[in-house]
């Protein structure tokens, strides 16, 4: 990869405070009085790793994927399912993960919830066979990378309609279609992929299958997506594809259900990367201008400097709250097992919508205001915070365009008022 990393011209006093360590002291503050004693320990110790075994690791020339089997090591891919003896798992550790992975390096986040949420997440809950099993450990340790093929060229906010081809032909399945933005692909060990058998019928007939690197007729190439350079989001092409019958997730139907239980938990883990950005560059504008002087005195002494940056991190300490909410709300549905009852599903789903709507646009505002807040400095390497801007934009689009987020707590709201 071409070196786009520039010289450092970052003042020695700000270099000496404007630490990865003093920002998680600065978010713990934030955030302690939100989250459990257990939630507090863990988020110690993920903060005392990130900082000894991924930031020391970390080269913005180089991709982010080296990082993974780092984490794996210390069952860092994700926190949302059980995995080996860990006991701290579900959506509130993983939104824990996520918001502090994603103040280290926001491009690694995003890389890290797409194989360790968006693709793992469906395997924990679907996932029966051997192979499946084996795929699964390859994938939370780190080894090997996952990522998730929903939308197509013709078929993106209305990714139902979708016309991937599935056929059934007994001892296996053949699938045909190309599948867009898939994040990770072009690197991907496995892919989860959804089609149909017949496309008039999508939820009647959607399957979700597992595609593995090396399978005849797979193609991934790489989109030029400049915002994330350390991040391969591709064009994958499926050329009569052969899946074994042990690759599927979800049989004729199932599909359908599959993914729409899966959207929640992605939104969920979004939320989390979303808000990591925000408090990033949040407390990067905080510590920045008030060491930064002009006209004889830090610039936060100036009205017009603090007022905005007080006013973003009150918004971002509500939509902290909202994401927490949203991961509790997660959380009880699994602990009860409501995924089969229709309205838990459905107030989840537009609860996740709204809040995910939020924290990804409030994550853009935050970096895109405290960019201009701090002046030139931001706009370099220096600081992370054109680095989480860019990101953010991701985090708004990934998992659904703002506006179906709206769609989907709009037909929620409506619901509300049937009885009228
Ligand atoms: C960087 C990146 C990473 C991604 N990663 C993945 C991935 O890993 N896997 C995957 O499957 N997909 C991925 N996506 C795809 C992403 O989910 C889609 O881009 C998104 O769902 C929108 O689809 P579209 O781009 O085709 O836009 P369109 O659906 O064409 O929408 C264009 C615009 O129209 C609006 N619009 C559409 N329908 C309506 C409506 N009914 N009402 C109001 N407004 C509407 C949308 O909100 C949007 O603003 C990724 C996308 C990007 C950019």
């Known amino acids: 990869m071409k070196k786009i990393t520039g010289v450092d011209i970052l003042d020695e006093e700000v270099k000496k405070k404007l630490t990865t360590k003093n920002i998680y002291k600065i978010f713990n503050n934030f955030i302690m009085p939100l989250i459990t004693e257990e939630e507090r320990d863990f988020l110690e110790e993920l903060e005392l790793f990130l900082l000894k075994s991924i930031e020391t690791n970390i080269d913005l020339n180089t991709e982010v994927y080296d990082l993974f089997p780092i984490l794996g090591k210390k069952n860092y891919i994700q926190r949302l399912n059980n995995f080996g003896d860990c006991k701290r798992c579900n959506m509130r550790y993983e939104m824990l993960l996520a ?42 340790t780190g080894k090997k990378i996952g990522c998730i093929c929903i939308t197509e060229k013709y078929q993106g906010s209305d990714a139902v309609n979708m016309k991937t081809k599935i056929q059934d032909k007994g001892d296996y399945l053949i699938l045909d279609g190309e599948k867009l933005y898939t994040t990770n692909g072009p690197n991907a060990d496995y892919f989860i992929v959804y089609g149909v058998s017949d496309p008039t019928n999508p939820r009647g007939t959607m399957y979700q299958v597992i595609v593995e690197r090396g399978f005849e007729g797979l193609e991934t190439n790489r989109l030029g997506i400049q915002s994330v350079p350390r991040v391969e989001i591709g064009q994958t092409i499926f050329n009569s594809v052969k899946i074994p019958k042990e690759n599927v997730l979800g049989a004729k139907g199932q599909g359908y259900k599959n993914l729409f239980s899966g959207l929640v938990a992605e939104r969920c883990a979004i939320i989390g990367s979303s808000l990591g950005i925000a408090w990033l560059t949040a407390i990067t504008a905080l510590i920045y201008t008030n060491i930064r002087s002009q006209f004889n005195r830090p610039i936060y002494d100036f009205q017009g400097v603090s007022f905005p940056i007080t006013q973003l991190i009150t918004e971002l300490m509500a939509a902290t709250e909202l994401g927490f909410t949203s991961a509790t709300e997660y959380d009880k549905t699994i602990e009860h097992q409501h995924f089969e ?80």
């Not at 919508?353 to 931001?378: D, P, R, V």
């Open 341 to 420: 009852e229709k309205k838990y599903i459905k107030y989840n789903a537009s609860f996740s919508s709204g809040a995910k709507f939020l924290a990804s646009s409030l994550a853009h505002k935050i970096s895109y205001e405290t960019q201009q807040l701090c002046g030139g400095i931001a706009f370099t390497d220096n600081l992370r915070i054109d680095k989480a801007l860019e990101v953010a934009k991701v985090q708004e689009i990934i998992g659904g365009a703002r506006n179906i987020q709206l769609y989907l707590v709009s037909r929620a709201i409506k619901d509300m008022i049937s009885f009228l």
């Open 99 to 140: 918001m502090a992975t994603s103040i280290v390096d926001p491009e690694l986040d995003l890389a890290r919830v797409v194989t360790g949420v968006i693709f793992a997440n469906p395997l924990f809950q679907f996932g029966k066979s051997d192979r499946i099993t084996e795929v699964l450990h390859q994938i939370v």
